[in-house]
């Protein structure tokens, strides 16, 4: 262990190997069709009433998640007056996600996944075959702001429409848990929305009695005080 922890400490490669192996890096895109129908129909009328806006995809792994957003907010018009800042602790994974490159068997799968969450056009028009890869499209990324951000010890760094922390604090014990929270709520602007995953919630945490819930089954919760 001594001889890692130098290894650590003074070779940046060894320590981003070792954040990988050690990290949770499973998403996929349009993920939870439920989740996504419910934003088209309940949160993208709220946001039309903004000029601008900012959205915090917190632990956004390899990007999935990224892109899903960002084509659910260009078929509703609205992609152009929007800022996405895409973090995660892993600059590995960071690189991948800005790359914007999938396995192309995963396509099928991903198609699915749109289809039920409310598509609007052909999964296809987003992306373009090469090899046995997809590559996105550049326009799905020209608004997107990718960024190495630790939920753990980093601070605030703006205020958001939108916090999506989805699928990442069921990886955390209750005490992270509580301070992660502190940072979403501190990152919102009141009335914003924060998005969590289907097995997290905010029972038990400091900032509770601070929302309400605007779509209790998918986890979206609104800001209040």
Request: charged share 25%.
């Amino acid at each position: 262990m001594s001889g890692l922890q130098e290894k650590v400490l003074h070779d940046r490669g060894c320590m981003e190997r070792l954040l990988l192996a050690l990290s949770v890096n499973v998403s996929a895109m349009f993920r939870d069709p439920g989740f996504f129908c419910v934003f088209r129909e309940q949160v993208v009328p709220w946001l039309r009433t903004y000029p601008f806006i900012r959205i915090w995809c917190a632990g956004c792994s390899t990007g999935e998640e990224v892109y899903s957003l960002a084509i659910l907010l260009q078929e509703e018009g609205l992609y152009d007056r929007c800022r996405i800042y895409a973090t995660d602790m892993n600059e590995a994974v960071l690189r991948k996600a800005k790359e914007g490159l999938f396995p192309l068997a995963l396509m099928r799968e991903y198609t699915t996944n749109y289809v039920k969450a409310g598509s609007l056009r052909s999964f296809s028009d987003y992306y373009a075959a090469a090899y046995d890869h997809a590559m996105f499209r550049p326009s799905l990324k020209k608004n997107v702001v990718f960024a190495q951000h630790n939920l753990v010890t980093d601070g605030a760094f703006n205020q958001f429409n939108v916090i999506w922390c989805r699928n990442v604090l069921i990886y955390f014990n209750a005490s992270l848990q509580a301070r992660v929270h502190r940072l979403l709520y501190e990152s919102l602007i009141p009335f914003g929305l924060l998005c969590l995953g289907r097995k997290e919630s905010l029972r038990l945490t400091p900032h509770e009695k601070d929302y309400e819930a605007l779509a209790g089954d998918e986890k979206i919760y609104r800001r209040m005080r």
